[in-house]
């Protein structure tokens, strides 16, 4: 009865003025949402016009003077050993131009101007020299002075010869970029351990040696770390074709997840502009606050080699109080190769099978039954044919 006096004359008056507004207020944030996400669609189909367009730009035809036919001649050659065109690679400049991939907004977007420094790691065995230095390159072109500390280059025992006096004379005239040798071929992990102890940025982005930083890819990555130093950010990444070498746009923004036994995938995600966290991360292009690295253990040095260390800093992350996310407007483009050209120094199919079973036992407690339950362990043939199945598709991840 109280709450109807207060409806009668003027009172009922200004209650159909707030409910009337609320309304309004509520499908203009509607509007406004739907004229966002056209704008971003709209800009996303635009690019990949230009995108198109300026494909040819990068393909076999454009950038070699032979025509295609010579290069197929030599497809099995360079398929054989590196699992993508290392012919047309050597053909294209180190220091080419790519599109710029990101979202229109992206560019407006305002940064603080005391963000962190960072030292860039790059880890690598054997390594095409083109897709080495481009890699190198990408990131000394599109990364702001005052914001990359070094570039870490960590030589996991290449043998190679232009790996060795040759790349140490062409790096020498980069301040900022130095290399480490290991005496051993001791894998990724433990490869990256060394570089992340030899850093001096206050953050550390680890990235591999076959990638292409596209415009405005270091800042928004070192923005979430700023504002948060437990948050542990991915750039999205985008596709550098393994035939023909040309930088395709990925507009599906997706996140990282895992499958039984630890298999790791992308899923769609539901639309967001700015980022998406995800439960783990591909592993291959992240960047982390060092002091957090630390925090968290580093890379458990036990595992071997290759295989299963994005599990193990995913599960540690989120279990230690940090988050992992993809931020959108830092694009990085990666050769993604149908097969892994390393070699294990023991058996690939057991190295990965006891890191993963090292994670499982470490990180996922009562969990872990769901992990053997998978027949993970078990020598058997269907056994190993899992395993292999999910070294395939690791390797299209690196």
């Known amino acids: 009865m109280k709450f109807r ?3 009668r004359g003027s009172g009922r008056v200004l209650a159909f003025v707030f409910i009337a507004s609320v309304i309004w207020l509520l499908f203009d944030i509607a509007a406004l949402r739907i004229s966002i996400i056209n704008d971003v669609n709209q800009d996303l189909k635009e690019r990949e016009i230009v995108l198109n367009q300026g494909r040819r730009k990068n393909n076999v035809q454009d950038v070699l003077k032979h025509p295609l036919q010579k290069v197929n001649i030599d497809k099995k050659e360079f398929l054989k050993n590196r699992f993508f065109n290392v012919f047309l690679s050597e053909q294209i400049p180190i220091d080419r131009a790519i599109p710029d991939t990101r979202p229109q907004i992206c560019s407006e977007n305002l940064v603080h101007d005391d963000l962190p420094s960072t030292s860039v790691i790059f880890c690598f065995v054997d390594e095409v020299w083109s897709t080495l230095l481009r890699s190198v390159h990408s990131v000394l072109n599109r990364s702001p002075p005052h914001l ?16 060795k006096e ?16 290991l005496k051993e071929r001791q894998g990724l992990i433990r490869a990256r351990i060394a570089g992340a102890a030899a850093a001096t940025g206050e953050v550390l982005t680890f990235l591999d040696s076959h990638v292409e930083c596209n415009v405005g890819w270091l800042e928004p990555l070192l923005e979430r770390v700023y504002l948060d130093h437990k948050k542990v950010v991915c750039p999205v990444i985008e596709v550098i074709s393994d035939k023909d070498m040309s930088y395709m746009l990925v507009d599906n923004f997706q996140r990282g997840v895992f499958r039984w036994p630890l298999v790791f995938g ?11 966290r995800c439960p783990v991360m591909a592993g291959g292009l992240f960047s982390i606050d060092k002091s957090y690295f630390y925090e968290l253990g580093a890379y458990d040095p036990g595992l071997d080699v ?3 260390e994005n599990m193990e800093i995913s599960f540690k992350i989120w279990m230690c109080g940090g988050e992992i996310e993809i931020i959108p407007c830092s694009r990085v483009g990666h050769i993604f190769r149908g097969d892994n050209p390393y070699k294990f120094p023991k058996d690939r199919v057991k190295t990965v099978e006891r890191n993963l079973a090292r994670v499982a036992e470490v990180w996922l407690d009562d969990y872990k039954e769901l992990f053997y339950a998978q027949n993970l362990i078990s020598m058997d043939s269907k056994t190993d044919k899992l395993i292999n199945k999910w070294c395939e598709c690791w390797d299209r991840i690196y």
Do not use: A, N
Not at 168 to 180: A, H, L, N, R
Not at 266 to 276: A, R, S
């Open 306 to 308: 290759w295989g299963g």
């Open 5 to 7: 006096k207060y409806l």
């Open 266 to 276: 992308w899923i769609k995600g539901v639309f967001f502009f700015f980022l998406h």
């Open 148 to 163: 990359l500390k070094e570039i870490i280059l960590v030589d996991d025992c290449s043998t190679k010869d232009y790996l």
């Open 166 to 181: 040759q790349l140490d004379v062409y790096m020498s005239q980069f301040p900022k970029v130095q290399i480490i040798r």
